[in-house]
């Protein structure tokens, strides 16, 4: 019997036939038969990495939180006349109904540009102020039915989750009381031997 064997130079060119197909097929062979090292950064095809990866991530805008302003109030002028006779005229916001009253300051951030807020009673008492769900530390000035200036205090926010806020009234009877950014009376000239007077002229926050 005759053996018939196959040259060995078709058995080699074969070989390197075989091994070419398989290459360029792909899916013939999973991806954890090529290591990772064994393919340079530049054989990856774009297209193939995540755009996260390709872009470097930017940094957040940041965000600030509109400020919150009285709603629902008119503004007027409001006249101090100092000791010395100086008068200054100022724009504040007016709370002269029980809600308006009520409500005054609670839960704003900025007064909108306005000096104050009036709190407008008509009649004189000795109501006492609280600061409950109220953000902004303020001064308050109590004024008597002529205008005269009776006395004034500082008062603090009054936290979420005290069931007793603390309560601040005048040293007299009031008819009228202004609210103002904490340690701003001086500064409007309002103080002992201070008169005010409201005009009813309306006016418009400069904020």
């Known amino acids: 019997m005759s053996t018939h064997r196959r040259p060995i130079a078709a058995l080699v060119i074969g070989s390197i036939v075989a091994l070419v197909g398989c290459r360029g097929g792909g899916s013939a062979s999973p991806d954890s038969a090529v290591p990772d090292s064994a393919v340079p950064d ?3 095809p774009d297209s193939a990495v995540p755009d996260s990866l390709l872009t470097a991530p930017q940094p957040s805008a940041p965000t600030t939180s509109a400020a919150v302003v009285p709603e629902g109030f008119t503004a007027v002028v409001i006249e101090v006349t100092q000791p010395d006779g100086t008068i200054e005229s100022y724009c504040v916001w007016l709370a002269e109904s029980g809600e308006q009253r009520e409500r005054g300051l609670m839960n704003v951030t900025s007064l909108g540009g306005a000096d104050g807020m009036l709190f407008r009673f008509g009649v004189d008492q000795n109501t006492s102020f609280w600061m409950k769900d109220t953000l902004l530390p303020l001064s308050i000035a109590f004024v008597a039915a002529d ?4 006395s004034a205090a500082d008062m603090e926010p009054c936290a979420p989750d005290v069931v007793a806020c603390p309560v601040y009234g005048a040293d007299g009877l009031y008819a009228d009381a202004l609210e103002v950014p904490q340690g701003q009376l001086a500064s409007l000239g309002i103080g002992p031997g201070a ?7 309306a006016c418009a926050p400069s904020g």
Do not use: E
């Open 195 to 201: 008169r005010l007077a409201v005009t009813g002229t």
């Open 147 to 150: 205008g005269a200036f009776v």
């Open 42 to 44: 530049s054989a990856v």
